[in-house]
């Protein structure tokens, strides 16, 4: 099955002369990675053919990786349309992916929708870039995978697995990542590029390591007003990001960030460890992964019942699970 939809995939790209990847939007590493990396395969294996990776360079930390394409409407006459990294369609930056002749999703979340003419979803795999990676091994004879992918692919598979951090990370996918360490990749520059903040960030995460409170089972959070992010001169994606900073305190196995939005509505991020969170974040408006979930609470008193909650749980799964912590 999996071998069918590869070789089926890989009978699109001869077939077409022209191929265009798209990707979702406000784009990260594994996103841009996969899009740039497999134009970059594509461009150097078939170099007759016209390769576009189609998206607007608005984020400028990753520019080092390589840039993205600007093209005509007119070019998607009888083009192939690759999308990658992303789930649902109404996701897929932008629009004219539907102008295409042919389309073909490249993914590894969970599939819960099926929007293109092949979808190929690796849910085995850490990281678009891996899914990627794999391709290339596959038909490694008939392509070329040049400098100019291993970067972006590399950083994809940095970004997408918390530096090489999380479960998905296998023996294969630390040995697709070192094909493409074979290429001379400066990791140290790459790390230092990646993983840049502005004093403000710095600032208000003294603040958050200064502030934040833990309940009596150990949940720990911070709330982040509307007004402290004006103080620290920080906005409230940036100040959304700074729940990491509480992930590794002993005997907290729950943690959270709120920020207020500038809609007032106040943004959750939940994260924890041996335990899942999922079921709380769908309680309040949320959802996603067992252990890093995102919710939407309307008021102080509704957020407090969310701690509330959590704090119940960690209780709970304390009393049977007395080692873990
Ligand atoms: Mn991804």
Redesign the pocket.
Known sequence: MIEDLKKQIFEKILEYDTIIIHRHIRP?G??LG?TIGLREILRASFPNKKIYSVGNNDTEYLHFIGLEDQIDDSLYKDALVIIV?TATDNRIFDERYKLGKFTIKID??IPIQDYANINYVRTDFP??CAVICDFYKTFEEHLTLPKSAALPLFV?MVT?TGRFKYRGVSGNVMRLAGMLLDYELDIEDIYARLYMKTKEIYKLQGYVYNKFKTTSHGVSYIYLSRNKQKKFKVDHHEAANLVNSLDSIKDSLIWMIFVEQPDKSIRVRLRSRFIAIDDIANQFNGGGHAQASGATVYSKREMKKLIAIADEKLRIFKLTNKDVF
Do not use: E, L
Request: contains cysteine.
């Open positions: 990260d594994d996103c996969s990294d590894h979340h990281a678009t994809g997408d």
